[in-house]
């Protein structure tokens, strides 16, 4: 019985290796709705718990309608940039109503979120699209803007777009943020 | 001032079209520390908020200490496939302890750790592993027999590896799993 050993390969992808938050997106980028097709197409074929595909999104393109209502809920800091990027999309976790039972995998809703929108963003930069995550918003405002039920958490917003700097227009710091080595974030190995 | 349009790429990267979680793994096939070092160094670089960076892993490969330390605490169902993969990793999330307020962004932790791990198992797949993530394992144990302290999680666990039907032993029914389209996931777009 021989062994069959995978080739080494230290290093992580480039599209991985490269990704940051762009503390600016170029304003003139124009994000198609194909586009928008894809990126919830890789969120929609991402892992849950038990298949249970815990998530939701509101997606708006700059200028359209669904951007104008989720424009006036940005917080001051993320309303400095945040509406230049091509696209905003609202990220919904499907929790658990206190009280009901309703919903068997409410305790991985926002992990499996997290993991559909890590697909969606790696999708992204597939097609060139940059992602800034933030939740620097009015999660109750756009729960009512937009008539989200009470057993669908409004979790955190995703701008895509074009980092300004990628255009010569801003240099981001995104890239500079202090980050533990992989052994600090090694709990044991052999 | 002109639009600039970026050209429409409607499908979605080969390796997250074609992902899924298997069934069953290749018993022979060897996961290097190098490569361990490459999923640990994508996870690493995965996005959080506020770069709180709430992740950690315990990583033990087939036939080492560390996955034999893990072993018993699989359940029953994952015991019966789980052992032949190449790599087991837990995947840990900074919490908050009940009474303290030492962690400001534990409401994020495990969205952050299903980020994580997304761009571990997207890693992986870049370099040949598929993964499957899975809870049936003793969460409590593997607390107490790894020392794991009171405000970091035993979340979830990964086995990457080459999947079986990859060597035409076993075809996986990871792929036929009935998913919502990209309307049944959109609550809002213009």
């Known amino acids: ?27 003139h980028t124009i994000v198609t709705s194909a586009q928008l097709d894809t990126l919830l197409e890789a969120a929609r074929r991402a892992p849950s718990a038990g298949n249970s595909q815990p998530w939701m999104f509101i997606a708006g393109h700059r200028g359209d309608d669904v951007h104008a209502r989720l424009v006036p809920y940005l917080a001051r800091s993320s309303s400095v940039w945040a509406p230049t990027a091509s696209l905003l999309i609202v990220n919904l976790a499907h929790v658990l109503i206190e009280g009901t039972t309703d919903w068997e995998y409410s ?40 008539g989200v039920p009470p057993h669908w958490e409004v979790t955190s917003m995703t701008a895509f777009g074009v980092a300004a700097h990628a255009r010569g227009e801003v240099i981001s710091p995104g890239t500079s943020q202090e980050r533990a080595d992989i052994n600090e974030i090694t709990w044991a190995r052999a």
Not at 122 to 146: M, N, P, V, Y
């Open 107 to 146: 305790e991985f809703s926002r992990y499996d979120l997290g993991q559909a929108v890590a697909h969606m963003t790696i999708q992204g930069l597939t097609i060139g699209l940059d992602a800034h995550q933030f939740r620097a918003f009015d999660r109750a405002g756009i729960a009512s803007e937009f």
């Open 1 to 27: 019985m021989t062994s069959c050993q995978i080739p080494t390969v230290p290093e992580v992808h480039p599209a991985l290796a490269g990704r940051f938050s762009p503390a600016a997106f170029d304003p």
